[in-house]
């Protein structure tokens, strides 16, 4: 004898019209207690509805895209009857709030060392099987066109974690036989290094091993190509100097990339498909303006994002560079922080060299490096003066861009770094 259960919508405190953001199951399919049988997204963060039985999917009442509140009926199960610890046709799961670092505490119960199978086929496993990741590894699957078939999961219940997928990308650029290897690349070199002499193996840094695939993808797949031109920055250098010399105490030191950043947004208003990113045959352009800033840690390089930087001014951006650098460095930087950037910069200002070709963050379709100014001689018409030339790189995706564009973008930075008060024209 079954039972037929109906779920509803648990207590999700003080959010109403829920998105189901994914439905981890179909109609036939059995599931068992403690299995996500929905998961929906607040503002604030991802929520798991679990199963309280053993049983069979009987119908889903929603399908993703769907806005819930408490009290929505989701499904309904059948179950053995032995299995019930109470008679009765409802049921109103705990909820599970889950976000990335949740996550990866899974991750750390099992180290994820093992990768599936490398010839590219899927596991051997059922194909209807359920695949158990959160929606954030399933992104981060996507984004790093990973089939999530092909991934052994090492948490619990065997759930996909980070790592795992991580590490399954790890071995596959590893491997010179895999599939995601570029075609008609000769094999990678294997060599005893120590044949030649003494050697040390260190580890890769954390940050390292988990932005190196992306980056290999990022310079594989995306046709990158970059423009180079310079500015004169003399009287910006002076004026950012005498802000500096006005500022408060507490007021955070402004930089020539507080500057780059407004001049940025401003270019990219003008020149709205340098704020987009590819998407399949479409280009979405955002009408929100959030820069990544590169910044270098002990742990790897790392890009927090100045989100809404249209709407800040130069001292508030400046004091949140100041603050989500040292956050990062100090490895307490937010995931919120890391996400939603629509265009970066990347400064060797404080370094040095004369210029440099950044990588494009995926999914965004250009990148700014800004490399040291140094003192040149420029033409004034009845002479050589002296001047400090700002040297600017965008590298660009020739799939969205042309030279052309880039050329008209890069050079509308350049005059806004040179007089800004061209901002508000």
């Given amino acids: ?43 604030k963060s991802t929520l798991e509805v679990p199963s309280e039985y053993t049983g069979t999917v009987v119908a889903y009442k929603v399908k993703e895209g769907d806005l819930v509140s408490e009290g929505s009926l989701l499904l309904t199960l059948t179950t053995e009857a032995a299995m019930q ?14 976000n990335d670092q949740q996550t990866d505490d899974t991750a750390k119960q099992q180290p994820a060392t093992e990768a599936a199978s490398l010839t590219g086929n899927p596991l051997d496993v059922d194909a209807t099987s359920h695949i158990y990741a959160s929606p954030s590894i399933r ?31 790890k071995a596959k650029l590893e491997d010179s036989g895999s599939g995601m290897t570029a075609p008609g690349l000769p094999d990678w070199p294997s060599i005893d290094y120590a044949r030649f002499g003494p050697i040390e193996r260190v580890a890769l840094k954390r940050i390292a091993r988990i932005s190196g695939p992306a980056l290999a993808r990022n310079a594989m797949l995306i046709p990158h190509v970059t423009h180079f031109d310079k500015t004169d920055i003399t009287e910006l250098e002076e004026f950012r100097a005498k802000l500096n010399s006005e ?12 500057f780059a950043v407004k001049a940025v947004v401003a270019a990219l208003k003008t020149y709205p ?75 060797l200002g404080g370094i040095g060299g004369t210029n440099f070709t950044p990588i494009i963050n995926a999914p965004e379709v250009a990148i700014l490096g800004l490399p040291r100014a140094e003192i040149q001689p420029a033409w004034d018409g009845t ?33 806004l770094l040179s007089d800004l008060r061209r901002i508000n024209i």
């Fill in 1 to 43: 004898m079954t039972n037929t259960i109906e779920v509803f919508t648990p207590n999700i405190g003080d959010f109403s019209d829920v998105p189901v953001i994914e439905i981890p199951f179909s109609v036939g399919s059995r599931v068992e207690e403690g299995d996500t049988l929905i998961v929906l997204e607040s503002d």
């Fill in 247 to 258: 500022a408060l105490a507490d007021d955070a030191r402004i930089t020539l990339l507080t």
């Fill in 85 to 98: 610890s109470l008679p009765g046709k409802t049921t109103v799961p705990q909820i599970t709030s889950v």
């Fill in 139 to 169: 992104r981060h699957a996507r984004n790093l066109g990973v089939d999530m078939r092909l991934v052994r999961g090492t948490g619990n219940k065997k759930r996909i974690t980070r790592e795992d997928v991580e590490a399954f990308v």
């Fill in 383 to 415: 002479g050589f003066q002296p001047r400090l030339m700002q040297p600017l790189s965008l590298s660009f995706d020739h799939r969205v861009v042309d030279g052309v564009a880039a050329a008209h973008f890069l050079r509308h930075i350049a005059r």
């Fill in 273 to 347: 498909e340098f704020n987009s990113s590819l998407d399949g045959k479409e280009l979405v352009i955002k009408g929100y303006w959030n820069i990544g800033i590169a910044v270098n840690t002990p742990e790897g390089l790392l890009v927090p994002v100045i989100a809404d930087a249209d709407r800040k001014g130069y001292r508030e951006i400046a004091s949140e560079i100041t603050a989500l650098a040292a956050a990062a460095r100090d490895s307490r930087i937010s995931p919120t922080d890391l996400q939603g950037a629509t265009f970066s910069i990347s400064s």
